[in-house]
């Protein structure tokens, strides 16, 4: 999810007066970087509606096939075009690192995640099994400050509570929208989060390009296995087939996208864009299931989405993190 920064301060140059004409030109690159940032904001606006669509085909796939089916297919697409973006440029020495057991432990946690909030969507609409994923920062913060013994601090508790409470609205226990789709749902934003804080060990020594290629490879190997467990039927027409592909091919580049988004310009510049997510997958489910969010889910999802931007705030200038 999201894997996640204040605006970067404009480069002050200090000139002495005996210097050359030349030295001012140092400011050119950041005049580029501020350039860039209009063109990082598309990237993450493009990415949040293929990572839209996505979520969308997935739950449109639950109904008829084994969540594990349904994941291996997008897993298999998906490593399709992060290896033909990355291995032309890095070769198999991006598969080289020191830490496999990390990586094994890494995905297979995810692998986990991915499966609560597919079956997640089988059960809710897509809106508020996507909004309570939202919260998936809040738990990294907490497991975090338990698995990295970062400090959690005053302010940051206070957000991390407003964020729960978030969370609360928008499951609405109690309520008659409750349903056993939340339980998944916000259990999928507890692993998620603790993967998150896994990838943030790991980036401490693997590159983006590494920790991406071990994603996919692990996850498509975990979910061809499972869906020798979990069930797996033939597609059973041509639609099922595309859809099933192109699933994997909307991840992939969404993936890519939201990686390029944040090679173009500061988190703290691009990163609130990626809720515009919550935006696509609302009109999505009305428009395909006729869903339309109510007055607890909007109010839990604007707490949520605060909660997050708070945090995003308070981390600026951490390295950014593979999405789910």
Known sequence: MLGNASPPRPEVIFVPVSTDRARPRRAAPARLTSDRVP?????????????ALSQAATKWLVADYSFAEVLFFRGFGSLLIVSALILPRHGLAVFRTQRLAGHLGRNAAQSVAQ?????????MPLAGAVAINFSAPLFAALVAAVWLHERIGRAR???LVVGFAGVLLIASPGAESFNIGTVFAVANAVMYGSVTAMVRGLSATESTETLTMHQMVFLTLFFAAGSVVFGFAWPRSGI???VLMVNGVLNGIGQYWW???????????????????????????FLVWGDLPTLTLLAGSAVVV????YLLWHERGRRPLPVD
Do not use: E
């Open 39 to 51: 063109l990082g904001i598309a990237f993450m606006l493009g990415a949040t509606l293929l990572f």
């Open 115 to 123: 499966s609560l909030i597919v079956i997640a969507l089988s059960l």
């Open 157 to 159: 508790g206070m957000v």
């Open 240 to 242: 099922d087939w595309s």
């Open 259 to 285: 990686t390029r988004a944040l090679s173009l310009a500061p988190a703290a510049a691009v990163g609130p864009f990626y809720y515009f997510l919550l935006v696509w997958v609302m009109i999505l489910g």
């Open 306 to 309: 605060g909660s997050g931007l």
